[in-house]
């Protein structure tokens, strides 16, 4: 589990470098006419990004090194006080060995008959959701990409209700158009 965590957040903060790049390019306050340049919010969010990715990557490996001490105290600990009876220990390892099997019956047989694989790895769809957002805002248009990407990622994010997608879909768009056409008056794509 520690390995997945690791490198979602070195992904995360290669994705963040990588982008942090063209953002910089971005006009300033001082370049338009307006308050908030175009270059705030997306640099808000790369640091963001940022700085949650690197806490996320620390606190992985400070809970990582934990257990592997915890791992080797239990070690010591079992050197300590052997078992009294063999048996006892060969019970475990063929409990254990039985269990290995049917866990990993179930991982070869993938989303069929693992119910929780999309609640494990949704963080992983929802970049692939954020990736394919950007991939077709160019193609169909900002406003329907954004009512697809809003409309997917409640749906990943667990609402099944119709009225609750849809509050969610009208509020984000109308909040992004209003914010970014309205009251900041940039226009969108």
Request: net charge negative; glycine share 6%.
């Amino acid at each position: 589990m520690h390995t997945k965590f690791t490198v979602f957040a070195v992904l995360l903060l290669v994705l963040a470098a990588v982008t942090l790049v063209p953002t910089l390019d971005f006009p300033s306050s001082e370049d338009v006419s307006t308050f908030i340049g175009p270059r705030l919010w997306p640099l808000s969010l790369l640091l963001l990004l940022i700085v949650l990715s690197a806490t996320l990557l620390v606190s992985t490996r400070m809970s990582q090194a934990k257990e592997r001490a915890s791992d080797a105290e239990a070690k010591a600990a079992m050197a300590k006080n052997p078992a009294t009876e063999p048996g006892q220990q060969a019970d475990a390892g063929q409990d254990s060995a039985t269990d290995n099997v049917t866990d990993s019956t179930t991982e070869a047989a993938g989303v069929a008959l693992n119910p929780g694989f999309l609640a494990a790895n949704r963080h992983w769809w929802l970049m692939g959701t954020t990736v394919a957002y950007t991939l077709l805002m160019p193609a169909i248009g900002f406003l329907l990409a954004t009512v697809i990407f809003t409309l997917a990622c409640t749906l990943l994010l667990g609402a099944r209700h119709w009225a609750a997608l849809l509050a969610t879909v009208v509020i984000a768009v109308a909040l992004i158009q209003g914010v970014f056409s309205t009251l900041l008056g940039i226009p969108l794509p």
